[in-house]
């Protein structure tokens, strides 16, 4: 494990989160929702882009963000599992609001502290993105706090929904910060963050969110993971399915 | 959100940047004015806009009415007194 392969799962968590928050726009409660959403998926997208251009400058030979994004099958993508799932709680409501937002929250709270860590990395070009990515998760987070306080402490249809989207999504957090994927050379050399480092700040926020919006932290057990190994979801498939047909049904296509 | 054309109307003002006055641009939907600000960052600065945003509740702002318009606006049409154009500028005056 090395720089590339540390660029490299960071840029495949926001490649496919990117990706997924494409699916909600014209599906949102109003357009401007729409909207909003779109701009967070483009901003995670950019910083795909940052992170697997860096990752595929480093390999010999060089691959392009395009080769990385399009040409790769799902072993070798190396995102959390938390990214690439599907909207849905209830089978008859595939794409659930709330599940956005909690998905939302935990994501960008992460992706806050690990930037946030990031931006001085020894590595000049990591911290570079991440100085700059720092700033636009810190409004993703506080887009994703609005609506957790509002749904939450809303309507008991609203209050309902929202605990049982944070239920469904917390078994993947623990995925984020787990150490097992980073080599411990890194972190001493300071290029990379151990992301068990990151769960006490991310929970210190996570709870006074939680408090404030009436919900309560669920108590349910972990994800078998694997993301970081290259093991994924079911859902994994469809993902890329979507994302990398058109490149793949027409190769050097331009427009 | 039961009902989700119910949440009102904003407006939206928009200072380009320091020294200028905020200018309307639109308005949008939201549920309160903190989420309208959200929004208007998101639909009327993502290119840079603005370096400030008002929002306001589109429900809340009083305005002349069309039928008013003889009575509010004419009257001035013949002031010409009211224009500062009887002066002579003395030369030098640059910003005047």
Not at chain 1, 15 to 36: F, H, K, S, T, Y
Not at chain 1, 153 to 169: F, I, N, P, V, Y
Not at chain 1, 220 to 243: D, F, K, P, S, W
Not at chain 2, 12 to 25: A, D, I, K, N
Request: proline share 5%.
């Amino acid at each position: 494990m090395n720089t590339r392969d540390y660029a490299l799962s960071l840029g495949d968590d926001a490649l496919v989160a990117a990706q997924r928050m494409g699916e909600w726009i014209a599906a949102a409660p109003q357009i401007e929702e729409d909207v909003a959403v779109g701009n967070i998926a483009l901003d995670l997208l950019g910083q795909a882009r940052s992170l697997l251009t860096y990752a595929g400058s480093l390999e010999d030979p060089v691959r392009t963000e395009d080769d990385l994004a399009y040409w790769r099958d799902e072993r070798e993508f190396h995102n959390v599992h938390l990214v690439e799932r599907s909207w849905g709680v209830l089978p008859e409501r595939p794409r659930d609001f709330g599940v956005l937002v909690a998905r939302l929250l935990v994501l960008s709270t992460y992706l806050c502290e690990l930037y946030d860590r990031l931006s001085t990395s020894t590595d000049e070009t990591l911290a570079a993105v991440a100085a700059k990515a720092v700033k636009e998760v810190d409004y993703h987070r506080d887009h994703a706090t609005l609506w957790v306080l509002r749904l939450g402490d809303g309507t008991e249809e609203s209050h309902t929904r929202m605990q049982a989207a944070l239920d469904a999504e917390w078994p993947y957090v623990a995925e984020l910060f787990d150490d097992a994927w980073v080599d411990p050379t890194l972190v001493e050399r300071g290029v990379a963050v151990l992301p068990s480092t990151l769960r006490d700040p991310f929970d210190l926020r996570i709870v006074d969110v939680l408090a404030r919006a009436t919900l309560h932290l669920p108590d349910v057990a972990a994800a078998v993971g694997g993301g970081r190994r290259g093991v994924h979801t079911e859902q994994m498939g469809y993902v890329l399915a979507e994302m990398q047909h058109l490149t793949r049904s027409h190769p050097g296509a331009t427009w | 959100m039961s009902d989700r054309r119910s949440w009102p109307l904003f407006e939206v003002f928009v200072r380009s940047r320091r020294g200028l006055s905020h200018v309307h641009v639109g308005s949008l939907h939201a549920p309160d004015a903190e989420m309208a600000l959200r929004n208007a960052r998101d639909l009327y600065t993502r290119r840079q806009e603005g370096v400030s945003l008002w929002v306001v509740e589109a429900s809340q702002i009083t305005a002349s009415s069309p039928e008013e318009k003889d009575s509010f606006f004419d009257p001035a049409g013949d002031k010409i007194y009211r224009h500062p154009t009887f002066y002579d500028i003395p030369e030098g005056v640059e910003h005047l």
